[in-house]
């Protein structure tokens, strides 16, 4: 009774169907002959990888990092790097991913972590313009136009990420397997060490957790997470630019997890589907849709609380006072959200 | 020769960046506020003035609309959004400022157009002065005596007034000062206000050395946090003497780096890696400061 209840309670058992709805768009948009959406949904998703990534160091950890485009630039920057070398498979490509988004995830950010606050929000960002400046100066590479990837990352077995459909499928295990581990996450002991991070250094030191190491893995692994999906875009895209490191991308990701609903599991998926909905949405009617869209984020930092996850727990609340078994839950779902 | 004109270069960008983070620095010390959107200002101040100078051929009218328009749009920005911010974390001042800066920037390119504007010197400052022998642009002269002049007052402000106590009061313990009857969010908004019309100043007098286009905030905002991390947050000493060192830092840098460069490495490998380590120099700067003294290097005493 009581595992059926928390599964089909809404801020749960929406975002499932959503994901897994996801999964039949591209027969159904093969089928109706509009093959758009599939490159757009598969957008989305690769920018609720990065969302979810960012949401580990924002909303677990409650570090605001500033500077997330550096590791989605450096992930696409891998591809269309490598692809220019000669080298084409898959596999060493996502090595190299690894492996430079990681030491530059934690060279950065131990110096990161040496400050709080506003200073950190500072730092991060300096070093994502730092990766900005580094790429646009490089004329050899594009410069500020950037560079079109030749040859798209092979997979093996004939599968070429560069064709959108193997594309989506990766992009949608990628990220199912990210939410999993996010899930499992608010509940491990490193998960749990981290939130409690969050809202009181100084405690979880005292309680014996090597606090500010947490925090540093954390960030690393963000750090690898981004730049995964920045190796998705660049096959999405065929296109590397220093744009993508750009603090505009690194705001919008802010916004992506915020909207969504920090700290949760699902918020970071819900945030990205509606801010690139909302974006795509406004610029068919005007040109000037940031005109419309700043201020939209504004009231969200001056009136938004927990989001779109918020709205949806409180949706559990109201189902849950339906059912006569279900205040008792009502109360845990109530002391759950609280908890977020 | 070349080596002093760069200095003074360097100068002329280190009084510009104090100028915007002087404000930004201080609302940041009482409110602990953070403020994406004070680079708009900078930009909104050069368009301003920027249209105002082309429309009446006057500079200094340009000049003076920049300052009352800034201030103006800080004063609104204030009570609209900004004292609504006050009580609410860092990462509602990050969203609520960054989306300032969308509106700021598209509003720009709509009402002034996607092309950038060009601002021409005014008469009386076009020419050369003769400085000890060496010629240098009378316009690029004037802007560091007015960038430190405006760092005399705003000393002479905050060491010799009321008012400056009072704000200095505030850095320290700004409950404290409530507590004693001062209107603190009052004073914030007189500061923020200040810090806007500040920005206003930097963006007007910038215009006939920069260009004037849209977005052209962002760039030298981020230059700005830099300042305001190597300074120490909160002191406007510090962000004035971290100022003139991040400008002339910078500047030498894109100057003689790559010169310097070649001299040591290949020529190939000079010309690629020269310009990129030339734009990274501050940020080494301040990851070196930050290795060693994270609180800054002129941190406000607390």
New interface residues.
């Given amino acids: 009774m009581k595992t059926t209840s928390s599964l089909f309670r809404p801020s749960l058992g929406i975002p499932l169907l959503l994901l897994l709805a996801l999964l039949a768009v591209p027969p159904v948009a093969a089928a109706l002959g509009a093959q758009f959406y599939v490159g757009f949904l598969a957008r989305v998703l690769i920018y609720a990888l990065a969302a979810s990534a960012l949401n580990l160091v924002?909303g677990y950890a409650g570090l605001?990092g500033?500077g997330h485009a550096l590791f989605i630039g450096l992930g696409a920057y891998c591809v269309s790097l490598s692809s220019l070398a000669g080298l084409e498979s898959a596999w060493p490509q996502l090595l190299l991913v690894l492996v430079s988004c990681g030491c530059i995830g934690a060279l950065t950010g131990a110096?990161s972590l040496?400050?709080r606050?506003?200073?950190f929000?500072?730092?991060t960002?300096?070093?994502s313009?730092?990766g900005y400046?580094?790429f646009?100066?490089?004329?050899?590479y594009g410069g500020d136009d950037g560079m079109s990837i030749i040859a798209t990352s092979r997979l093996g077995a004939g599968i070429d990420l560069g064709s959108v459909l193997p594309l989506f499928y990766a992009a949608w295990g990628v990220l199912a397997v990210t939410l999993l581990w996010m899930h499992r996450l608010r509940h491990a002991p490193f998960g749990m060490a981290l939130r409690g991070s969050r809202q009181n250094l100084a405690r979880i030191s005292a309680l014996g957790f090597p606090a500010r190491r947490l925090q540093l893995i954390a960030y690393v692994l963000s750090a690898i997470l981004c730049g995964l999906a920045g190796f998705l875009l660049a096959n999405l895209n065929a296109y590397a630019s220093p744009g993508l490191m750009s603090?505009q991308v690194s705001?919008e990701l802010?916004?992506m997890v915020?909207l969504g609903g920090?700290g949760s599991v699902f918020g970071p998926l819900l945030g990205a589907l509606a801010f690139i909905c909302l974006e795509e949405v406004m610029k068919s009617y005007t040109e000037?849709?940031?005109?419309i869209?700043?201020?939209?984020?504004?009231l969200?930092?001056?009136t938004g609380r927990d989001g779109l996850m918020g709205a949806l727990h409180w949706l559990d609340v109201r189902c849950c006072q339906r059912g006569a078994s279900g205040r008792i839950d009502a109360t845990a779902i109530v002391a759950n959200g609280a908890k977020q | 020769m070349l080596l002093f004109a760069q200095l003074l270069n360097g100068l002329q960008y280190g009084v510009l960046l104090f100028l915007l983070a002087a404000g930004l620095t201080l609302v940041f010390g009482i409110m602990s506020f953070v403020n994406l959107a004070h680079g708009s200002l900078y930009m909104m101040g050069a368009y301003i003035a920027a249209s105002v100078a082309n429309a009446t051929g006057s500079f200094l009218l340009g000049l003076l609309a920049a300052l009352l328009g800034c201030l103006a749009i800080g004063v609104l920005l204030e009570r609209v959004a900004v004292a609504r911010l006050y009580d609410k974390n860092h990462l509602n001042h990050v969203l609520a400022t960054f989306g300032m800066i969308m509106f700021f920037n598209e509003l720009a390119s709509m009402l002034w157009g996607k092309q950038p504007l060009f601002v021409s010197v005014p008469p009386m400052l076009d020419g050369v002065i003769n400085l000890f022998g060496l010629p240098y642009p009378l316009y690029r002269f004037a802007v560091i005596v007015v960038g430190l002049a405006v760092a005399v007052g705003c000393y002479w402000m905050i060491h010799r007034t009321r008012l400056g106590m009072l704000i200095r009061a505030g850095a320290n313990n700004a409950a404290m000062v409530g507590a004693l009857g001062i209107n603190i969010r009052f004073l914030n908004a007189l500061l923020f206000a200040v810090g806007a019309a500040l920005a206003g100043l930097a963006g007007a007098v910038a215009g006939p050395i920069l260009s004037v286009q849209a977005g052209m905030g962002e760039p030298v905002l981020i230059a700005t946090f830099v300042v305001i991390v190597i300074g120490g947050i909160g002191s406007v000493k510090g962000a004035f003497y971290s100022a003139l060192i991040v400008g002339v830092v910078d500047t030498m840098g894109r100057a003689f780096l790559p010169m310097l460069l070649r001299e040591m490495v290949s020529r190939q490998l000079a010309d690629a890696a020269g310009p990129a380590l030339a734009s990274l120099l501050i940020y080494l700067l301040m990851a070196a400061v930050l290795a060693l003294r994270p609180q800054g290097l002129f941190v406000a005493r607390r």
């Fill in positions: 924002l605001i500033f110096i040496r400050t606050g506003i200073g929000i500072m730092i960002l300096a070093f313009q730092m400046f580094v646009v100066s490089l004329k050899q603090w705001g802010i916004v915020v920090m000037h849709w940031m005109l869209f700043g201020p939209m984020i504004i969200i930092a001056l």
